[in-house]
């Protein structure tokens, strides 16, 4: 180990810090996603990484293909994600609502190799290139980050808010939560459970495809998997089904994938390729370590 | 379990009790095994015509099979999700191919230690069955990513992207040439032994209980089963059979590299093991079969049709969607598996379809 590698090390931490916050908030909006299925529903949905996959896929199409304006293309591309979602609860989620956990599993993960399919099929090159809202970089001391960020940041700050007051201060929001406290009790109490299922899988399509679209700078339909088991791993990080938890564990997971394989690559000359593997590691540790999450009170279902 | 209400009378054709006891099971082996061993005799003359190299694909039916009855007794029995087979497979191949080609194991031997090491690593990784569900699921997803990146990247051990070139073939002692035919047997005569055993472990008290811890853990464990040591050893034996059927695969292909182990191939075997139905040694069978058989015949319907349309040239589009349909259907109107569904519209003579869209009374 060499004192000047590590001093290149904290040199980089600038930058890496950035690159990780960019990727954390798009972490967090996955993570959100699957917490507000969970919560409503109960099951993890497998397919969430694929909604992202189509956000991106559809805003490029719309954007570049179609040649429409940004704004509009972006507006289309969250709708028809959206749309995706409603129909995937409406044909696959609702007949199974009396299933048991292992059918619902295999069934999401079912429709997760069925989308990817689908975007291979309809989008056949590797990657696509979604247009940057604003393009150019500027710099900060230490790291040069992409104006783009920006638009990350404020949009990821925005959903996180508008979902807090949606669950808090709404009243369907707030039926949506009596339906991860209790169905039966919220069914008795008049609520439409399986209305709110379905408001739940729009809501998650929504924020993946607003978070498959500024995963900037690419769209292909090989992401669902990978930015699905980061936002995973980011919700269990933080507490699955907490929406707070969400935004800590996407940020740990973020800064942690930046700071772990900088730190082996430039101090120990490792490989960046274990990079991959960093979300995967955390995940089974946390859930072995503390299935609650980090941020979380109640105890996960565990023996 | 053999579907809703099946305390019912049952209806239709019964069989005489002699049909119902041993003799069905031995008769059907007996069955079984004959037409495997009549099989490839056959299979190379249709292979021409038919534009599939059948005897080829039979020798993976036959590897996926061990794998898929491995995944079936932990997800179908022990009622167990996991979504990282793929990686005791690459472990299995791994293992048996490094040792035949930079220590020069015969291959029989490499075979027994990748069946050794990936139980090894199955016990190591166990404690994630601590957890149920969704988290099981995850958590054996984010373990095949592991052993997926540290593949690619320990490169000095596994040659990285590159992967293990010139395995040497499987070979029956005392058989000459290692011909295809051959190979065949090896494989198969594996995963006739593998099925029986298998066979007799579910209907054995350690099948029993595994099959109590599926339907309640605690009432399984009022019963003095000891949910997380059975737990355990199925998931081991799971692991096992994972690495014997990758061993035997890195053999056959003579070539592994870390993309034929992705997330891909942990998804196949659970189809394999969903749509041959879930608590059913045979229908892995039935399952390799058919999930191993249909891209070959997606590939090949151009070959027959001769003019083939534009849209079948990127077939291996289709095989993601087949599968992921075929997953969501079947959960949805036959959730234990085509197979069962099948075998109950046989015996009962009644439809084995659920109607998903039926409003229950009592939520």
């Known amino acids: 180990m060499h004192l000047g590698s590590i001093a290149d090390f904290f040199g980089n931490c600038p930058q890496y810090i950035a690159n990780g916050l960019a990727n954390g908030c798009i972490y967090i909006l996955v993570a959100m996603g699957f917490n507000i299925i969970f919560n409503s529903t109960g099951i993890i949905n497998f397919a969430q990484g694929e909604f992202c996959m189509f956000g991106g896929l559809f805003a490029f199409t719309f954007a570049v293909t179609l040649g429409l304006p940004l704004p509009l293309a972006i507006l289309l591309a969250i709708l028809a994600t959206a749309l995706i979602g409603g129909g995937m609860e409406r044909l696959l989620i609702y007949p199974l609502r009396h299933a048991s956990i292992i059918t619902a599993i295999i069934a999401t993960v079912g429709a997760s190799i069925f989308f990817k399919a689908l975007g291979r099929l309809f989008w056949p090159k590797e990657a696509y290139k979604v247009p940057e809202f604003t393009s150019g970089n500027f710099t900060v001391p230490g790291a040069t980050v992409s104006r783009q960020f920006l638009w990350v940041l404020g949009l990821t700050v925005i959903s996180v808010v508008l979902v807090y007051l949606f669950f808090n201060h709404t009243r369907a929001g707030k039926a949506m939560r009596a339906c991860s406290v209790n169905r039966q009790a919220a069914s008795l109490v008049g609520i439409n459970v399986s209305r709110m299922s379905l408001y739940s899988f729009l809501l998650a399509a929504t924020l993946g495809g607003i978070a498959g679209l500024i995963n900037a700078p690419y769209a292909s339909y090989g992401i669902g998997l990978f930015l699905g088991i980061k936002g995973f791993t980011a919700a269990v990080v933080g507490g699955l089904g907490n929406t707070f938890g969400a935004v800590t564990g996407g940020l740990v997971l973020g800064l942690l994938e930046e700071l772990i394989p900088g730190f082996l690559t430039v101090v120990l000359g490792v490989s960046t390729g274990y990079k991959d593997a960093v979300a995967a590691i955390l995940l089974v540790v946390v859930l072995l370590l503390r299935p609650q999450g980090l941020l979380g009170k109640g105890v996960a279902e565990k023996v | ?363």
């Open chain 2, 1 to 363: 379990m053999g579907g809703n209400g099946s305390e019912k009378k049952v209806s239709g054709w019964r069989s005489p009790a002699w049909w119902d006891g041993r003799a069905r099971g031995s008769i059907g082996i007996v069955f079984f095994v004959v037409f495997m061993a009549v099989l490839p005799l056959w299979a190379n003359y249709v292979s021409k015509p038919l534009g599939i190299d059948l005897v080829f694909v039979l020798r993976l039916v036959g590897v996926f099979t061990i794998a898929a009855v491995g995944l079936n007794l932990l997800l179908g029995y022990a009622g167990q999700v996991s979504l990282g087979q793929g990686a005791f497979f690459a472990i299995g191949a791994y293992t048996s191919s490094l040792l035949a080609v930079k220590v020069g194991f015969p291959v029989w031997l490499g075979i027994i230690a990748a069946v050794a090491i990936a139980a090894v690593f199955g016990l190591l990784v166990a404690p994630v069955l601590r957890l149920k569900g969704h988290y099981l699921a995850m958590a054996t997803l984010g373990l095949g990513i592991i052993v997926f990146v540290f593949l690619r990247e320990l490169t000095f051990l596994t040659g990285g992207n590159d992967g293990v070139r010139n395995i040497p073939g499987l070979a029956i002692p005392f058989v000459e040439a290692t011909t295809k035919i051959s190979e065949y047997y090896y494989v198969w005569v594996i995963a006739v032994i593998v099925l029986l055993l298998c066979g007799n472990l579910v209907r054995s008290r350690v099948g029993r209980a595994m099959q109590a811890l599926h339907q309640s853990e605690v009432a399984a464990e009022a019963m003095g089963v000891n949910v997380s040591g059975q737990k355990i050893r199925i998931f081991v034996l799971s692991a096992a059979l994972g690495g014997l059927a990758g061993g035997v695969y890195a053999h056959l292909q003579g070539y592994i590299d870390p993309n034929m182990f992705s997330i891909t191939l942990s998804i196949s075997l659970l189809t394999m093991v969903v749509v041959g139905g879930m608590e059913s040694i045979w229908g892995a069978v039935a399952g390799a079969a058919l999930i191993t058989f249909l891209p070959k015949v997606v590939e090949a319907i151009p070959k027959w049709v001769g003019d083939a349309p534009r849209w079948l040239e990127r077939y291996s589009n289709y095989e993601g969607i087949i599968f992921g349909l075929i997953l969501m259907l079947t959960m949805v109107f036959m959730p234990s598996g085509i197979s069962r569904g099948l075998t109950d519209l046989v015996r009962y003579r009644r439809s084995p379809f659920v109607n998903p869209f039926r409003k229950k009374v009592v939520e």
